[in-house]
Antibody, heavy 124, light 112 residues
């Protein structure tokens, strides 16, 4: 059974770069898409972006200028970097396997499984 | 402000049925498939429904999904206290520059 686990600092200073890694176990990262999703405390979900194991990426336009997602197939890991963070970036950050298909004029998309999540607080 | 609109909360008694709506537009729900997620208190979201109405293995058939036009609905029958959670809909939005996933704001289910 595939499992995902986020890791990284729980506290980041304003204007610095948030860096998280997701380690995939129980399966190979060399398939599918791999996504980051965040959730500010007490609020809803926000898709940050995804990377295909081949390295192609797609980011949320609202975050695109600050986001980089990368993949390391040799370590079965993928990573998130979010630059110039502010308090508004304080959130629980989740990694997830993304399933995306296009057929008959429609997109299919869902996330499964998810990591347990990690809370990142932006504060000096 | 979320792209997809969900009611902030719904409630029902144990054993009853409840539905949660998710409203969007032609650029998202109207032309793409919807997924639903359950987030129990203090835990990560879990996939409940994908491709509008399919259940992953292990999800009981008390949970169902449907879509009509630019709206989708999650149904839960035989409500249990363990179903108390936040529920989110999600789908692809083709209006974003390169496309991307959007979510509803979430609905808190209370089982009275």
């Amino acid at each position: 059974q595939m499992q995902l686990q986020e890791s990284g600092p729980g506290l980041v200073k304003p204007s610095e770069t948030l860096s998280l890694t997701c380690t995939v176990s129980g399966g190979s990262i060399s398939s599918y898409y791999w996504s980051w999703i965040r959730q500010p405390p007490g609020k809803g979900l926000e898709w940050i972006g995804h990377i295909h194991y081949s390295g192609s990426t797609n980011y949320n336009p609202s975050l695109k200028s600050r986001v980089t997602i990368s993949v390391d197939t040799s370590k079965n890991q993928f990573s998130l970097k979010l630059s110039s963070v502010t308090a508004a970036d304080t959130a629980g950050y989740y990694c997830a396997r993304g399933r995306y298909y296009y057929g008959s004029g429609s997109y299919y998309s869902w996330f499964d499984p998810w990591g347990q999540g990690t809370l990142v607080t932006v504060s000096s | 402000q979320s792209v997809l609109t969900q009611p902030p909360s719904v409630s029902a008694a144990p054993g009853q049925k409840v539905t949660i709506s998710c409203s969007g537009s032609s650029s998202n729900i109207g032309n793409n498939y919807v997924s639903w997620y359950q987030q129990l208190p203090g835990t990560a979201p879990q996939l409940l429904i994908y491709e509008n109405n399919k259940r992953p293995s292990g999800i009981p058939d008390r949970f169902s999904g449907s879509k009509s036009g630019t709206s989708a609905t999650l149904g839960i029958t035989g409500l249990q206290t363990g179903d108390e959670a936040d529920y989110y809909c999600g789908t692809w939005d083709s209006s974003l520059s390169a496309g991307g996933v959007v979510f509803g704001g979430g609905t808190k289910l209370t089982v009275l």
